[in-house]
Structures are given as structure tokens and as C-alpha cells.
């Protein structure tokens, strides 16, 4: 299994441009997440999907969209990106609810300059 | 005040020491969990804990819900534990994480 992949691994984006963040799980798992983290601040929850076709607001949704067609994917959407857009993003799964263990991937380092 | 807070945020021990990092919490939970991020950035879950203690290899972590308290010990630590451990809760009755800023661990061979 490969578990948690996420592409790319960097991005630069100039203000005003979009983008999507790609994530997918082979292991099954009905719940996805999307995280940021910005230096010396904790993991915050974007957004989560605890099905295909069910998606629901994290902590900091403004400025992100996702979308959850099937099982296995769970594309991160970047519109009209912003400086304060700028962290490392962390896609991650479990089997159920957060009281199982969350798998994550690599993570996409993104500069908006 | 953060929900979740640790202590210290930043360690340097020598090759051998034993090693706590703590954690506490202001709000209900269902779970707590410990997680690892490597100096290259990928996070792996150490342990999920919900009551008493759970171990690991040189790995201990231990949880006392009364006084909202969790610690992870590393016996024995070596350079390889050198890492950010991270601590996170799930809050009861939704499906968020909140998570710690980290403890920075260096491990000095």
C-alpha cells in the first residue's frame, strides 16, 4: 500500500493564481482530512470528509475548497491565492472517526509570492 | 490560552537520557494522541490513548483524564528521536482534532 500521497511536494504561486492540492489513500478509509501548518503554530483543520460526497468546514476554510467524489481522493482547491495562504499542507485519513489512528501523507510545501 | 498546551516546547538531551514531554488539555475528550514529525516533515502517529498507560518499544505514553494530563516518556533516547512530538486531542462529539505547537526534541550523541 502506498498509504497517504499527496502532489506536489512544492509550489510557488503568484498571488491571484489558483491551484489544487492532490491527496489520495489506498487503505480504505472513510474519513479524510486537509491540515495547514504555519511555523510554531499547531496542525489546523481545513476542511474533512467523512464519505464520498460528504465534506464539511474545518478551523480555517476561507480562501479553500475540496470536494470528495470517491473514496480514495480528496483534492484541495486554492482559489485566488494569498500570501497568508503560504504553509505546509497536510492531508490525512483514518479508518473512522478521530478516535482512529490518522495516516499522513508527505505534505505540499506552498509559497505564494 | 491554546486548548492544548506543551511543555517544554524546545529540549536538548544527551544520548541515553530519559526524556518527558508533557501535555495538557482544557477541554472533554475522547481520545488523545501523540504523533512524531520527522526533520524532513512527515507526521506518524506514536499513540492513541483514551486511559492508563500504552507502550512502545523505548516509547511510554500515559494519560490521567481527572487532572487532564498526558505525558510521553523515550527511555534510553537516542539521535534518531530527534523529531517535533506532537500532541493532539479529539474533542467529544465532533470530528476535530485540536493540536499542541509541538516539543522540538534534539538528542545529542
Known amino acids: 500500500n502506498a498509504g497517504v500521497t499527496q502532489t506536489p511536494k512544492f509550489r510557488i504561486l503568484k498571488i491571484g493564481q489558483s491551484m489544487t492540492l492532490q491527496c489520495a489513500q489506498d487503505?480504505?478509509?472513510?474519513?479524510m482530512y486537509w491540515y495547514r501548518q504555519d511555523p510554531g503554530m499547531g496542525l489546523k483543520l481545513i476542511y474533512y470528509s467523512v464519505g464520498a460526497g460528504i465534506t464539511d468546514k474545518g478551523e480555517v476554510p476561507n480562501g479553500y475548497n475540496v470536494s470528495r467524489s470517491t473514496t480514495e481522493d480528496f483534492p484541495l482547491r486554492l482559489e485566488l491565492a494569498a500570501p497568508s495562504q503560504t504553509s505546509v499542507y497536510f492531508c490525512a485519513s483514518s479508518y473512522s472517526g478521530p478516535d482512529y489512528e490518522q495516516y499522513f501523507g508527505p505534505g505540499t510545501r506552498l509559497t505564494v509570492t | 490560552k491554546n486548548e492544548v498546551e506543551q511543555s517544554p516546547q524546545n529540549l536538548t538531551a544527551q544520548e541515553g537520557e530519559f526524556i518527558t514531554i508533557n501535555c495538557s488539555y482544557s477541554v472533554g475528550i475522547s481520545a488523545l494522541h501523540w504523533l512524531q514529525q520527522h526533520p524532513g516533515g512527515g507526521i506518524v502517529s506514536l499513540f492513541m490513548?483514551?486511559?492508563g498507560k500504552k507502550k512502545h518499544g523505548r516509547l511510554i505514553a500515559t494519560i490521567n483524564i481527572q487532572e487532564k494530563h498526558s505525558s510521553l516518556h523515550i527511555t534510553a533516547s537516542h539521535p534518531r528521536d530527534s523529531a517535533v512530538y506532537i500532541c493532539a486531542v479529539t474533542t467529544s462529539g465532533t470530528y476535530k482534532y485540536i493540536f499542541g505547537t509541538g516539543t522540538r526534541l534534539k538528542v545529542l550523541a
Open positions: 487503505m480504505n478509509h472513510n474519513y
Open positions: 490513548l483514551s486511559s
